[in-house]
Nanobody, 129 residues
Framework: VQLVESGGGLVQPRGSLRLSCAAS????????VGWFRQAPGKEREGISC????????YYADSVQGRFSISVDVAQNTLYLQMNDLKPDDPALYSC???????????????????????WGQGTQVTVSS
């Protein structure tokens, strides 16, 4: 079982990046999937997730309206489209997955990072002019 992120890099403020998270040896179709980020000296932050079983999505206030999460089941890949990147966005971005049956009634927004079963290694995002 493996999750591999890609797409990070250096972007100017107000620029865009699309992160990808390719899953292997299991299908994302029956998993809740999410994106987390962690900047140096800060706690890990859950920024977005999607419950595959019912399609509900969640965005942290810090990224609401700028980031968009999606899943391509055919490609078995999770995406995070990031627009209007700001100086507060630089961090190591990691994708995660956990089986649908572990999703609480409130949806994936009620999952903490410790609830996720599988993790990628992370991809670095830097915002600088």
């Amino acid at each position: 079982v493996q999750l591999v992120e890609s797409g990070g890099g250096l972007v100017q403020p107000r620029g865009s990046l699309r992160l990808s998270c390719a899953a292997s040896d299991f299908s994302l179709e029956h998993y809740a999937v999410g994106w987390f980020r962690q900047a140096p000296g800060k706690e890990r932050e859950g920024i977005s997730c999607i419950s595959r079983s019912d399609g509900r999505t969640y965005y942290a206030d810090s990224v609401q309206g700028r980031f968009s999460i999606s899943v391509d089941v055919a490609q078995n890949t999770l995406y995070l489209q990031m627009n209007d990147l700001k100086p507060d966005d630089p961090a190591l971005y990691s994708c995660s997955a956990t089986p649908d049956y572990q999703i609480p009634p409130g949806g994936c927004s009620d999952l903490g990072w410790y609830d996720y079963t599988f993790w990628g290694q992370g991809t670095q995002v830097t915002v600088s002019s």
